[in-house]
C-alpha cells in the first residue's frame, strides 16, 4: 500500500484510462455497507474469491437494519439484533471474518465526527490495500444510507492516509491502493468469478432469513432460497459474449 502519493500526478492526470478487469488478488481487505446484506448483494462473489486465494476479508456494517421490513408490527430491535445474527452467519459463507456493526440507527445514518473517527482506526488497524463500498455519487439513489455510507468511506479515506488527522489514535497512517464502488453510477472495472463463488454470494444472502419477503421476493418460511436465488444471481453477472460471469464495479486507484 502506499502510504504517500505525488500532488502533481494528480493534478496533471490526463485522459480516463479505460474499462480494466481484476485486481491483483489483495492481502487485506475491507468491504463496508449501510446494512446487512447490502455487501453479500455489491461484491459477494468477489469477496468469496479472494477468500479462496488467501485475502484476509473484513466487513463493516454502518447501520442496525432495523426498518428491513414491511411489517409495522415487527419488533425493530429484535430484527435489528436477527440481522447481526444474520450477517454473521453470511460472513462466514463468503470466508470473511465476523462483521464489525457500528449500529447506527437505519434511516438515521449521518456523516458524523465519531462514526468517521471508528472507521479511520479500523482502516489504519485493518490497513487494507482494497476498500469497497458504496457509490456515493450515484445518481437518483433514493435510500440516503447508501449515499451517506460511500460518503463517510471516502471522508475516512481521506482521513486515515493523513497522519495531521486523529494524531492521538497513534496508528500510522494508512493508504488503500484501490476502491472499488458497487452499484455505481458509472462502472468501469469487473472481476471475473466463477459460478462457486456466485453459489457463495447466493448461500450468504440466503442466510438474511428476515429480508425475504420484503427484499428477495421470496416468502418468509421459503426453505430453497439459495437455489432460487443462484439462477438471478448468474442472470445479472453475465455478460453478452460468452460464459464470463462478473461482478462490476467503478474502481478508484487514485487515492
Known sequence: ???????????????????????????TVLAIGAHPDDIEFGCGATLAKWAEHSSEI?????TDGRRGTWNREQDQLALALSRQNEARSAALELGAHAPVFFQQIDGELHPS??????LVTL????RPSVVLTHDPWKRYRLHPDHRITGEIVVEALVQARDESFWQELVLPASRPDSLLLFEA?????SETVDRRHLE????ALACHRSQYPSSYGLAAETQDATDQLLPRLIEVASQSEGDLLVERFKLIADL
Request: hydrophobic letters at 40%.
Open 1 to 27: 500500500m502506499n502510504s504517500q502519493r505525488n500532488g502533481f500526478a494528480t493534478y496533471l492526470a490526463a485522459g480516463t484510462p479505460g474499462a480494466t478487469t481484476d485486481l491483483t488478488t489483495p492481502a
Open 123 to 126: 482502516l489504519r488497524s485493518i
Open 113 to 118: 465526527s465519531g462514526v468517521i473517527l471508528r
Open 200 to 203: 457463495a454470494k447466493a448461500r
Open 58 to 62: 473484513y466487513v463493516a456494517i454502518l
Open 185 to 189: 453510477d458509472v462502472e468501469d472495472h
